[in-house]
Structure formats: structure tokens, C-alpha cells
């Protein structure tokens, strides 16, 4: 079983009856040769990784390679146990967790890139908030990272995941597609749902940079990666409350590519424009 | 090519910051002290294009050397790959070569010399998302991923050597995924790289080098 966008993908659920999770996973036991079992075993590896790394930051300080972030994580819990957080629980919560797994990636540790090392803090910090406000199981939670794994195929196989190629939007917009699908399927709603959700994600971050300061995957990324988390909720939410999108996700895709081609190389990962340009930027390189 | 799998997208589990410049590197590294016998007493690493430039910020020389020591892109010890190194009484340098830019933007020569005194030098390509290719041994272009088992032979480039070759492996049940053969000159020295599905069996170097003309052969298990 397999499925080359979309748009196939959408009409093996609805052959199947099945959520895209299920479809990913029949995918993946069969072009892998590889047992259902085998996999949700792999699935629960990265999600322990996944875990500790938006955890850990909490509640111990970690010194980036570079030294343009640690401690934000902290930060935020800290203003969210104060009580004077605006965000609401679940993305306050998901915001802090995917700033802390950008700082244990920055400083070395452990994570799980989702799709890649730079945009590694999305995926985790939206479903492992969802899960702490809805009680939703790990088994459950496995689904979503099948899910999101979905979406995230499909941008590799028809796009890029590479800032260098795409810019930003590529990174942390994919990630934030996967995860706005994700939380869209762990919320009951239906597969056309979830890649609406994802189109949405795409739409909004349409034409993101990629300018890391001095060429760390530090600065703005953490910061990307709170919006992505932000991003997705808001598809999600669309999505749930059954708002259709005129363009589906195959076409933003398309749409994505042709734009991060068409970025200047320096607005991609070069770190020659954009923020990492900015006289502040430079001043602290320069240090 | 294999195909993309969910943890192609949810994946690698690496030691972080960076999927090309840190994982990739450290695989680079952890494929190469696969191809010469430990233990090594010296390693030196040339850097090109973007890990010329940005090495330091991205640990890109602790992900090589803790590659060089065993350690798989995942394995936390390559924060302290160079105290590690230092116990273990292994001599490294880093050299950024930043004048030959006619080579992968992610390029590393890794040059490895072990307490037999052999010497080998490996040039390997990060490629994005945590994969990596090896593209020369010696300076003699070879190509493989190490995402699947393979058998490298260097042997002399000679009628009847690949035949020999496949028929080990035919007779020992391996199924051939990829195979290429790559020389420095005509009649002079020949690598011919098998990837094969599933694992190796015991035994293939052996065998392989019952063929006189065959002088070395190493085993990289996935």
C-alpha cells in the first residue's frame, strides 16, 4: 500500500474506513516489510525522546552551543504558574515545550528531528499538550505521530523539508502542517480535516525565511518553533469547528515549493540576510 | 532507492543541533572506524564548504570524532568525544579547508591511521535529514549509504574477480540490492561495493578472499 499525495491518500480512508494514522501505518508495514507491532515499538522510542527532550529544560538550565538561547522554557513555566499566562493552557503548555526541545537540540541532547533538527520542537510540544489536557493515552499519541508522519512524507516526496532549499516554511511550516493534521485526527475530526488543517498551516506560513544568526539552529528558530506550535492550533481549530479550504494540501505544497525556490539564496539557511543579518545579529557574531 | 519512511520524517533520534552538520557528520565518522581494524591511534579530519565554516557551532567535530570512537549519531557520549578521545589515548586534528569548493557543500576527508600503522583516508557527504554517503576510499570513488549491509572489496582489477565475488554471495543466500566497481587505473587497483538487503553472514571476507587477486575486503553491517 502506498500513496503518491494527498489526494490518494484521502481515498485510501476512505476505502479503508480508516484514519490517516491507520493508512500510515499499513504504508509502513508494507514498503518496510516490517510488523505493525515493530513499528508503534519505534513510534514509542521517539516519543519517549521526544518527551524528555521538551521536559528536561524545565527545570534544568542548558547552555546552548552558541549561546543564543537556554533558559526560555523555564521562563515560560514560570509565567504560566504565576497565573498571568494569555495563551490558555494548551498552548502555553505546547509553546514551552517546544522551546525547551529546541534548547536541549541547541545544546547538544538528545531529540527527535520532526522533520528536522531546526523545526524538532512542534510536533512534540502541540500533541504532548493536548495530551496533558485531554488525558489522551500514548497509544493515542502514537496515532498522531503517524499522522503527522503522513504529512510530513508528503512534503518530502512533493516538496522539500530543507530550509536550505525552501526556507523556514519548509522546516518549521511542515512541522506545524504535521502537527495541526496530528491534532486534528486526536481530536475526532476526519481525515479531510486534518489536511485541511495542514493546507491551512501552509497558507499562513507561506514564504518564511530561513536566516539562523550565525548560522545555528538557535536564533530565530526557537522562536519559529513557538509560532509553529500557534499556527497549528489555529488550523487545528478551524479545521475542528468545519471551516472548508478552498486550496487543498497537495496544491499548497506545490505552492510552498515554487515559492522557496524562488526565495534568494540568501534568505535560506545561508545566514547572509534576514534576521541573521539584522545589525544586532551581526554584533553578536562579531563578539 | 529505498523508500521514505515515517521515521525519515519522525527521525533520526540525534544528538542535536543539526541534522546534516551534526548527524550526519557523526555517521560520516561512524562508517569510516567501520573500514580500517581499532584500535586507531590517530585521526585527522579535513572540513569543506559549509562544515569548514561552521564546524564549532554545530559540534560538527565532536559529532566526527565521536563517530571515529563508535559512537552512533543518538549516543550522548559525543558531547565528551574529546575527553573520551584523550582517555583512550587517540590523537585528532580539524583542518578547514576553505580554497577547494569543488565538492558537496558538506564534505569531510577523514584520515585514520591505527596502531598497526595502516592508513586510510575516507571522504564522506552529509546530504540533509541526517543521511550521508561515503564517496571515496583512498581517493578512489566508491559510493555507498550505510543504510545497507555491504561488502567492499579491493582487489586487483582482473578478469573473473566480480564473478567471484557474486558467486560467494549467491552461495551464501545474500540478495545483491546495489553493486558498483570503481578503479584507479586499468589493471591496477578495483573497489567493488555489494549493498544487499538484511544482514551479512559470518564468514564472506574469508571466502572472498580465497581469489588471490583479492586483497582486502571490509564489512559495513547496517
Same mark, same amino acid.
Given at each position: 500500500?502506498?500513496?503518491?499525495?494527498?489526494?490518494?491518500?484521502?481515498? %485510501?480512508?476512505?476505502?479503508?474506513?480508516?484514519? =490517516?494514522?491507520?493508512?500510515?501505518?499499513?504504508?509502513?508495514?508494507?514498503?518496510?516489510?516490517?510488523?505493525?507491532?515493530?513499528?508503534?515499538?519505534?513510534?514509542?522510542?521517539? %516519543?519517549?525522546?521526544?518527551?524528555?527532550?521538551?521536559?528536561?529544560?524545565?527545570?534544568?538550565?542548558?547552555?546552548?552551543?552558541?549561546?543564543?538561547?537556554?533558559?526560555?522554557?523555564?521562563?515560560?513555566?514560570?509565567?504560566?504558574?504565576?497565573?498571568?499566562? =494569555?495563551?490558555?493552557?494548551? %498552548?502555553?503548555?505546547?509553546?514551552?515545550?517546544?522551546?525547551?526541545?529546541?534548547?536541549?537540540?541547541?545544546?547538544?541532547?538528545?531529540?527527535?528531528?520532526?522533520?528536522?533538527?531546526?523545526?524538532?520542537?512542534?510536533?512534540?510540544?502541540?500533541?504532548?499538550?493536548?495530551?496533558?489536557?485531554?488525558?489522551?493515552?500514548?497509544?493515542?499519541?502514537?496515532?498522531?505521530?503517524?499522522?503527522?508522519?503522513?504529512?510530513?512524507?508528503?512534503?518530502?516526496?512533493?516538496?522539500?523539508?530543507?530550509?536550505?532549499?525552501?526556507?523556514?516554511?519548509?522546516?518549521?511550516?511542515?512541522?506545524?502542517?504535521?502537527?495541526?493534521?496530528?491534532?486534528?485526527?486526536?481530536?475526532?475530526?476526519?481525515?479531510?480535516?486534518?489536511?485541511?488543517?495542514?493546507?491551512? $498551516?501552509?497558507?499562513?506560513?507561506?514564504?518564511?525565511?530561513?536566516?539562523?544568526?550565525?548560522?545555528?539552529?538557535?536564533?530565530?528558530?526557537?522562536?519559529?518553533?513557538?509560532?509553529?506550535?500557534?499556527?497549528?492550533?489555529?488550523?487545528?481549530?478551524?479545521?475542528?469547528?468545519? *471551516?472548508?479550504?478552498?486550496?487543498?494540501?497537495?496544491?499548497?505544497?506545490?505552492?510552498?515549493? !515554487?515559492?522557496?525556490?524562488?526565495?534568494?539564496?540568501?534568505?535560506?539557511?545561508?545566514?547572509?540576510?534576514?534576521?541573521?543579518?539584522?545589525?544586532?545579529?551581526?554584533?553578536?557574531?562579531?563578539? | 532507492?529505498?523508500?521514505?519512511?515515517?521515521?525519515?520524517?519522525?527521525?533520526?533520534?540525534?544528538?542535536?543541533?543539526?541534522?546534516?552538520?551534526?548527524?550526519?557528520?557523526?555517521?560520516?565518522?561512524?562508517?569510516?572506524?567501520?573500514? *580500517?581494524?581499532?584500535?586507531?591511534?590517530? $585521526?585527522?579530519?579535513?572540513?569543506?564548504?559549509?562544515?569548514?565554516?561552521?564546524?564549532?557551532?554545530?559540534?560538527?567535530?565532536?559529532?566526527?570524532?565521536?563517530?571515529?570512537?563508535?559512537?552512533?549519531?543518538?549516543?550522548?557520549?559525543?558531547?565528551?568525544?574529546?575527553?573520551?578521545?584523550?582517555?583512550?589515548?587517540?590523537?585528532?586534528?580539524?583542518?578547514?579547508?576553505?580554497?577547494?569548493?569543488?565538492?558537496?557543500?558538506?564534505?569531510?576527508?577523514?584520515?585514520?591511521?591505527?596502531?598497526?600503522?595502516?592508513?586510510?583516508?575516507?571522504?564522506?557527504?552529509?546530504?540533509?535529514?541526517? !543521511?550521508?554517503? *561515503?564517496?571515496?576510499?583512498?581517493?578512489?570513488?566508491?559510493?555507498?549509504?550505510?543504510?545497507?549491509?555491504?561488502?567492499?572489496?579491493?582487489?586487483?582489477?582482473?578478469?573473473?574477480?566480480?564473478?567471484?565475488?557474486?558467486?560467494?554471495?549467491?552461495?551464501?543466500?545474500?540478495?545483491?540490492?546495489?553493486?558498483?566497481?570503481?578503479?584507479?587505473?586499468?589493471?591496477?587497483?578495483?573497489?567493488?561495493?555489494?549493498?544487499?538487503?538484511?544482514?551479512?553472514?559470518?564468514?564472506?571476507?574469508?571466502?572472498?578472499?580465497?581469489?588471490?587477486?583479492?586483497?582486502? $575486503?571490509?564489512?559495513?553491517?547496517?
Amino acid at each position: 500500500m502506498d500513496f503518491k499525495n494527498a489526494a490518494e491518500l484521502l481515498s %485510501l480512508c476512505r476505502r479503508e474506513s480508516g484514519p =490517516i494514522s491507520r493508512i500510515m501505518l499499513l504504508r509502513e508495514c508494507s514498503l518496510g516489510e516490517i510488523e505493525a507491532q515493530a513499528v508503534m515499538q519505534r513510534m514509542s522510542k521517539a %516519543l519517549s525522546i521526544m518527551r524528555s527532550s521538551a521536559t528536561i529544560p524545565l527545570t534544568q538550565t542548558v547552555r546552548s552551543m552558541g549561546g543564543l538561547i537556554g533558559g526560555q522554557a523555564q521562563l515560560l513555566s514560570l509565567h504560566a504558574r504565576s497565573g498571568k499566562s =494569555i495563551c490558555g493552557a494548551v %498552548l502555553q503548555k505546547a509553546v514551552g515545550y517546544a522551546m525547551a526541545v529546541l534548547e536541549v537540540n541547541a545544546s547538544m541532547g538528545l531529540i527527535v528531528a520532526a522533520p528536522t533538527a531546526g523545526a524538532s520542537g512542534v510536533v512534540p510540544g502541540l500533541l504532548l499538550a493536548l495530551q496533558e489536557e485531554y488525558q489522551i493515552p500514548d497509544e493515542r499519541l502514537l496515532d498522531g505521530l503517524l499522522n503527522a508522519g503522513a504529512i510530513g512524507y508528503l512534503a518530502m516526496r512533493n516538496a522539500t523539508v530543507a530550509g536550505a532549499v525552501g526556507g523556514c516554511q519548509a522546516e518549521v511550516g511542515v512541522a506545524s502542517a504535521m502537527a495541526a493534521s496530528a491534532a486534528v485526527e486526536l481530536m475526532g475530526g476526519s481525515p479531510e480535516q486534518c489536511l485541511d488543517a495542514a493546507s491551512t $498551516v501552509m497558507m499562513n506560513m507561506l514564504g518564511l525565511v530561513c536566516d539562523p544568526v550565525g548560522g545555528l539552529v538557535e536564533y530565530p528558530c526557537q522562536n519559529r518553533n513557538a509560532a509553529g506550535v500557534a499556527n497549528a492550533l489555529v488550523a487545528a481549530e478551524l479545521s475542528l469547528s468545519g *471551516i472548508r479550504q478552498l486550496i487543498p494540501f497537495d496544491e499548497m505544497l506545490a505552492v510552498m515549493y !515554487k515559492v522557496g525556490r524562488s526565495l534568494p539564496c540568501e534568505l535560506k539557511e545561508t545566514a547572509l540576510g534576514g534576521c541573521a543579518a539584522a545589525p544586532s545579529a551581526c554584533a553578536h557574531c562579531m563578539r | 532507492m529505498s523508500f521514505i519512511s515515517v521515521f525519515d520524517v519522525l527521525g533520526p533520534n540525534m544528538i542535536g543541533p543539526s541534522s546534516s552538520h551534526t548527524a550526519g557528520a557523526a555517521l560520516i565518522a561512524h562508517l569510516a572506524h567501520k573500514l *580500517i581494524p581499532a584500535p586507531l591511534k590517530r $585521526v585527522d579530519f579535513t572540513l569543506y564548504g559549509s562544515f569548514a565554516r561552521t564546524y564549532q557551532g554545530h559540534g560538527t567535530d565532536r559529532a566526527l570524532l565521536g563517530g571515529i570512537l563508535g559512537f552512533t549519531p543518538d549516543d550522548l557520549s559525543i558531547r565528551d568525544s574529546f575527553n573520551i578521545a584523550r582517555q583512550r589515548g587517540l590523537e585528532y586534528s580539524f583542518t578547514p579547508n576553505q580554497t577547494e569548493t569543488d565538492v558537496h557543500p558538506n564534505t569531510v576527508d577523514i584520515r585514520m591511521e591505527n596502531a598497526l600503522g595502516q592508513v586510510m583516508t575516507v571522504r564522506g557527504e552529509s546530504l540533509g535529514g541526517g !543521511k550521508v554517503r *561515503i564517496v571515496a576510499i583512498d581517493g578512489v570513488p566508491v559510493d555507498f549509504t550505510g543504510e545497507y549491509a555491504a561488502v567492499i572489496a579491493i582487489h586487483q582489477d582482473k578478469p573473473g574477480v566480480v564473478a567471484h565475488i557474486t558467486k560467494v554471495l549467491s552461495d551464501r543466500n545474500v540478495n545483491i540490492a546495489f553493486m558498483r566497481l570503481s578503479r584507479e587505473a586499468k589493471g591496477d587497483t578495483a573497489y567493488s561495493i555489494i549493498e544487499s538487503d538484511g544482514t551479512l553472514p559470518e564468514g564472506i571476507p574469508e571466502q572472498l578472499k580465497t581469489n588471490p587477486y583479492i586483497h582486502d $575486503v571490509m564489512i559495513v553491517q547496517p
